[in-house]
C-alpha cells in the first residue's frame, strides 16, 4: 500500500487515497492496512468512526451531538481539529496529518443520516428533524479533514420504502409512525431492518403475511419482494422539496473550497487550547455550545454551533463573545432564521437551538 501510495504521489501528491480501515482478527498475522496501523501507513485515509458518532451516531442512538447530547460537545471540538486532543482531552483518533481523515456522518453501510437521525430522535417534528440535519452535516464539513458525503446527504436521502407497494417514505410519513400519532403499519420494523443493510434491496413475507426486511432469498420463507431500485434508489424530487437546504450546504461547501488556508493538513497550525493561536482555534466547546475561530492573514470568522437545548446570545452582552459588537459583520451561512440578511443589525444575534453561524470578523 505504501508503494501505491508513492506511485500515486509521483503522478499527483492532490490524489486522495483512502479504504474502510476496518481491522480483523488477523488470525495469519499479516501487517494490514487498518485504522489501528495508521502509523504505519501516512498519506493513506481512514473512514473515521470516532468523527461520525461524535456527531451523530449512524447506529441510530441518540448518543451524538445533533441529537443533543452534551457529553458529545468535546469530541465534536476534537473532530474539528482533525481529531487531535483539545484543552487536555486525548486524540478522539489519532493521525499523521488531518487529510488521514475522513470525515462522514453516512456512507453505504447502514443508515441514512436522515433516517439515523429519525431513530434516534422519533419525537421530533419534521421541521426539528430537518434542523438536525443541517448541523450534523455543517459539522462535518466544517470539521478538519477529508469530508465525504452520498449523493442525497443534503437534502434528506432516505431508505425507508413501503414494500406492499414499493414506495419511499415521506419525511411526514415517517414522522407519524415514529412519534405514534399513526399505528405503525404490519411492514414497518422490515422497512427499518432494509434500511440499515440495503445491498440486495429484497423483503420477504412469509405465508402469514409477516415481512422480513434485509431479506435473502436462501431463507425460503415465502415470497420475495425485489425493491432495491426503491430502497437504494434517490429520489430527486426532494431535492425541490428541500431546496433551501441544499442551497445552504451547497454555500457552506464552497466557503470551504475558498478557503483552504483555515484547513491546513498540518496539526502544528492548530490550536489545541482555548488560549493558543492557530489557524482553528475552538475558544469554547461546553454544554452543547462550540465557538471556533479561523483566522489566517487579514481572514477571520466566527464559527458557532448550538446543540444546547437553548438559545443562545453571541456578542455584545451575551453568554459568548460578550464584549464583541457584531453590528454589521456578515454572515456567511447559517440556518439560523434571524440572520438571513447578509448583515448583522444588532451588536449581538440570538441563536436557536440546532443552528450554526458563520460570520466574519474584523482581524485583530
Known amino acids: 500500500m505504501n508503494k501505491l501510495r508513492a506511485e500515486l504521489t509521483a503522478i499527483d501528491p492532490h490524489i486522495i487515497m483512502y479504504g474502510e480501515g476496518w481491522w480483523d482478527?488477523?488470525?495469519?498475522?499479516?501487517?494490514?492496512?487498518?485504522?489501528?496501523?495508521?502509523?504505519e501507513v501516512p498519506g493513506i485515509g481512514f473512514f473515521n468512526p470516532s468523527e461520525r458518532d461524535a456527531i451523530v451516531n449512524n447506529g441510530g442512538s441518540a448518543d451524538?451531538?445533533?441529537?443533543?447530547?452534551?457529553?458529545?460537545?468535546?469530541?465534536?471540538?476534537?473532530?474539528?481539529?482533525?481529531?487531535?486532543?483539545?484543552?487536555?482531552n486525548d486524540a478522539l483518533q489519532a493521525f499523521w496529518t488531518p487529510s488521514q481523515s475522513i470525515n462522514y456522518v453516512e456512507c453505504h453501510d447502514s443508515f441514512t443520516?436522515?433516517?439515523?437521525?429519525?431513530?434516534?430522535?422519533?419525537?421530533?417534528?419534521?421541521?426539528?428533524?430537518?434542523?438536525?440535519?443541517?448541523?450534523?452535516?455543517?459539522?462535518?464539513?466544517?470539521?478538519?479533514?477529508?469530508?465525504?458525503?452520498?449523493?442525497?446527504?443534503?437534502f434528506g436521502r432516505s431508505k425507508l420504502v413501503d414494500p406492499s407497494s414499493l414506495t419511499p417514505l415521506s419525511a411526514t410519513q415517517v414522522q407519524a409512525y415514529q412519534s405514534g400519532t399513526t399505528a405503525k403499519p404490519a411492514w414497518y420494523a422490515a422497512?427499518?431492518?432494509?434500511?440499515?443493510?440495503?445491498y440486495n434491496g429484497l423483503f420477504g413475507v412469509d405465508s402469514n403475511g409477516k415481512y422480513y426486511g434485509n431479506y435473502w432469498q436462501g431463507s425460503n420463507l415465502g415470497t420475495t419482494i425485489f425493491a432495491g431500485d426503491v430502497v437504494n434508489g434517490i429520489n430527486w424530487d426532494n431535492v425541490k422539496d428541500n431546496q433551501h437546504d441544499v442551497d445552504l450546504i451547497s454555500n457552506l461547501i464552497k466557503f470551504k473550497k475558498s478557503n483552504p488556508q483555515f484547513w491546513p493538513d498540518d496539526?502544528?497550525?492548530?490550536?489545541?487550547?482555548?488560549?493558543?493561536?492557530?489557524?482553528?482555534?475552538?475558544?469554547?466547546?461546553?454544554?452543547?455550545?462550540?465557538?471556533?475561530?479561523?483566522?489566517?492573514?487579514?481572514?477571520?470568522y466566527l464559527v458557532v454551533f448550538n446543540a444546547s437545548g437553548n438559545s443562545v446570545t453571541i456578542g455584545q452582552g451575551g453568554q459568548f463573545y460578550g464584549s464583541l459588537n457584531l453590528t454589521g459583520k456578515n454572515v456567511i451561512v447559517s440556518n439560523e432564521g434571524s440572520l438571513s440578511a447578509n448583515q448583522i443589525s444588532n451588536s449581538s444575534v440570538t441563536m436557536s437551538d440546532l443552528t450554526f453561524a458563520i460570520i466574519q470578523l474584523p482581524f485583530s
Open 25 to 39: 482478527s488477523n488470525l495469519n498475522h499479516i501487517s494490514e492496512t487498518s485504522l489501528n496501523n495508521w502509523k
Open 64 to 88: 451524538g451531538f445533533a441529537s443533543r447530547n452534551t457529553a458529545s460537545t468535546t469530541k465534536v471540538a476534537r473532530a474539528l481539529l482533525g481529531s487531535e486532543g483539545w484543552n487536555g
Open 113 to 154: 443520516l436522515n433516517d439515523a437521525l429519525w431513530l434516534a430522535n422519533p419525537n421530533d417534528s419534521v421541521l426539528t428533524h430537518q434542523a438536525r440535519l443541517i448541523l450534523a452535516n455543517a459539522i462535518n464539513i466544517i470539521a478538519n479533514g477529508v469530508t465525504f458525503m452520498e449523493t442525497g446527504q443534503e
Open 191 to 198: 422497512s427499518w431492518d432494509t434500511a440499515k443493510n440495503s
Open 267 to 300: 496539526y502544528s497550525k492548530l490550536a489545541f487550547s482555548p488560549d493558543i493561536m492557530g489557524v482553528e482555534n475552538v475558544t469554547n466547546a461546553s454544554n452543547g455550545v462550540i465557538t471556533e475561530e479561523l483566522a489566517s492573514g487579514l481572514d477571520k
